[in-house]
C-alpha cells in the first residue's frame, strides 16, 4: 500500500481511546505527521501526560503504520500540557484528580439505611444536571449493585485500572459486588481490605465528575481510616436514624470526620417517621427530635428527615432508587432536600476554605524558597 | 481546624508552612525527622521513642511534602524514611519551635 497521510490516518483510526470511546485521529491526537520516502513521524498530542495506556498508544501506532510498509516509524508522545518523556515506569496516578468535590456517606453504625441515603442523594443530583459517581466502599456489605440493579462487570484494562459501570440516572458505579460474587462473603483482614480500597480510590477511571459520593462502611474503622487519609474529601453526610442509641453512634461518626479535618455537610435522619400506605397518617414510631439534637449539640445542620414509606422502601430492592421511581412521594422529596443542601453547602466550604491547600504532592526541591 | 495555605522552604533548607491562622514557620529537616510520629520511630502501644536520634544523618533532607486527606502532610526523608504522617497540628507545633 502506497504510504501517504490519508492512508495513515484512516488505519490509524482503528486506535481507540478507552476512555473517551473515539479514535485517536477523531480526538486529534496525531499531528505533525510526516512522510520522508519509507520514513514517517508523527506527534501523538494526549490530553494528559500521565496517560496511562500512553505506551500501548505509540506500539499500536508504530505497529500499525509498519503494516503499511513504512521501515521507520517515530511516535513522538507530548500532551497539550508539554512534552512528556517516554518513561517506561508510571508513576502511580490517581484519577480522583478529575473530580470535583468527593464526599463521604457514613454513619457510626450499620442499618441505618446509608446505602439507601448514598443512592438517592446520587440519583438527586443526577437530576439536577450533575456528573455522578458512586465508590461504594462497604465492602464487606456492597449494596449498590442490588439499589441500582446492576449486572454488568465493570471493564478492566491491561493497566489494571478499572472503568465504572455506567448505571440508571447515568451515574458511573464502582462497588465490590462486582468483583466478588453477591453470595459470596469478603473474608479479609484490615491490610487487604484497606489495599482493595486504595485501588478503587486509584485506579479507576472515573472521568470528569462534579460529585463522587462515597458509600462508607459502618462504624468508624480501618477502611474508614483509609478512605479519609487517601482522598481529599470535601465533605461529609451522616446518617443516622432517630433512637438514641443510633444517635451515639452518630456522634462517633461526626467525630471522626472532625478529627481528620473533614467538614460535615450535614446529618441525615433516615427512618423519621412512618407514612401509613393505607390513611397517609404520619406515626413516630421511634423518639421525635433526635436528629435536631445532635444538629444542636455538635453544630452540624439536620439536612434532611427522611420517612418510612413502604411503597418507597421496597424501591431499594427493586434496583429503582425511589427520587426516580416515586418523584412526588415526600421522601423523594426529602432526598432532594438534602442534594439541595450538599451542593449549597459544599460551595460554602469552597469559599470559605479559600486559599488552603487541599491536595498536594511537593518535591521539596521544587518549593518555593523564602524567608519565615 | 488549622490547615496549611502555602508550603515554602527557607535558603537553609528547612520547611515552613504558611497556616490559614495567618502564621507561619520553619522547621529544620532533621527535627521534623526526629520527631516521626510513626509506629516505627515511636511504640503503638506505650508513646515510647524507639528511633534512636543518632541514627539520624546530620545532613538529612527531606524529598517529599504530601497531603494526606485533609489533616496532616506526610514527609519522605533522604534516608529513604516515609511512612510518618504529621497531622497539621504537629506540624504547627513543631513549626513554632524552630
Keep these: ?372 | 481546624m488549622i490547615q496549611p495555605k502555602k508550603v515554602f522552604r527557607t535558603k537553609d533548607g528547612k520547611l515552613g508552612f504558611e497556616w490559614n491562622d495567618g502564621t507561619r514557620g520553619v522547621c529544620s529537616a532533621r527535627e521534623l525527622r526526629l520527631a516521626c510520629p510513626c509506629a516505627l520511630c515511636v511504640d503503638e502501644h506505650t508513646g515510647e521513642k524507639l528511633l534512636d536520634n543518632s541514627a539520624v544523618p546530620d545532613d538529612i533532607k527531606l524529598e517529599r511534602v504530601q497531603s494526606i486527606g485533609r489533616y496532616a502532610a506526610g514527609l519522605s526523608f533522604s534516608d529513604g524514611h516515609r511512612s510518618g504522617i504529621y497531622p497539621y497540628d504537629k506540624l504547627k507545633e513543631l513549626t513554632k519551635n524552630a
Design chain 1, 1 to 372: 500500500m502506497q504510504l501517504n497521510e490519508q492512508n495513515i490516518l484512516s488505519a490509524l483510526k482503528a486506535v481507540q481511546d478507552p476512555d473517551l470511546h473515539k479514535d485517536i485521529v477523531e480526538l486529534n491526537f496525531v499531528q505533525n505527521l510526516k512522510i520522508e520516502g519509507t520514513k514517517v513521524t508523527f506527534d501523538l498530542v494526549l490530553t494528559t501526560p500521565a496517560c496511562p495506556i500512553r505506551d500501548r498508544f505509540k506500539d499500536q501506532c508504530i505497529s500499525i503504520v509498519k503494516g503499511l510498509g513504512a521501515s521507520e516509524v517515530e511516535v513522538t508522545l507530548t500532551s497539550n500540557a508539554g512534552r512528556v518523556g517516554d518513561a517506561p515506569e508510571q508513576p502511580q496516578v490517581s484519577f480522583l484528580g478529575e473530580v470535583s468535590h468527593i464526599v463521604g456517606v457514613a454513619s457510626g453504625k450499620g442499618g441505618v439505611g446509608k446505602s439507601t441515603v448514598t443512592a438517592n442523594l446520587a440519583m438527586a443530583l443526577s437530576l439536577s444536571g450533575a456528573r455522578v459517581g458512586i465508590l461504594d466502599a462497604d465492602i464487606y456489605g456492597p449494596s449498590m449493585g442490588l439499589m441500582f440493579g446492576i449486572d454488568k462487570d465493570p471493564q478492566v484494562f491491561e493497566d489494571n485500572t478499572i472503568a465504572p459501570v455506567e448505571a440508571k440516572g447515568g451515574i458511573s458505579i464502582v462497588s465490590m459486588c462486582m468483583f466478588a460474587g453477591s453470595e459470596k462473603a469478603t473474608i479479609w483482614r484490615g491490610p487487604m481490605a484497606s489495599q482493595m480500597i486504595q485501588h478503587f480510590l486509584n485506579r479507576v477511571r472515573w472521568g470528569k465528575l462534579d460529585y463522587l459520593l462515597v458509600d462508607f462502611p459502618p462504624g468508624t474503622g480501618d477502611i474508614q481510616l483509609t478512605l479519609t487519609q487517601n482522598c481529599p474529601m470535601a465533605g461529609a453526610v451522616v446518617v443516622t436514624t432517630p433512637q438514641e442509641v443510633a444517635l451515639a453512634d452518630c456522634r462517633k461518626g461526626l467525630a471522626m470526620f472532625d478529627s481528620v479535618g473533614v467538614p460535615v455537610v450535614g446529618v441525615v435522619e433516615n427512618m423519621s417517621y412512618f407514612i401509613c400506605d393505607g390513611c397517609g397518617k404520619h406515626h413516630n414510631i421511634f423518639r421525635q427530635g433526635g436528629g435536631e439534637r445532635i444538629a444542636k449539640n455538635w453544630g452540624v445542620p439536620l439536612i434532611a428527615k427522611i420517612p418510612l414509606e413502604p411503597a418507597v422502601a421496597d424501591c431499594g430492592d427493586e434496583g429503582v432508587p425511589a427520587v426516580l421511581r416515586y418523584p412526588n412521594s415526600e421522601s423523594a422529596k426529602a432526598f432532594l432536600q438534602a442534594a439541595d443542601a450538599v451542593v449549597r453547602t459544599l460551595s460554602v466550604f469552597k469559599s470559605v476554605g479559600d486559599g488552603v491547600l487541599k491536595n498536594f504532592n511537593y518535591a521539596f526541591d521544587e518549593l518555593p524558597e523564602e524567608d519565615v
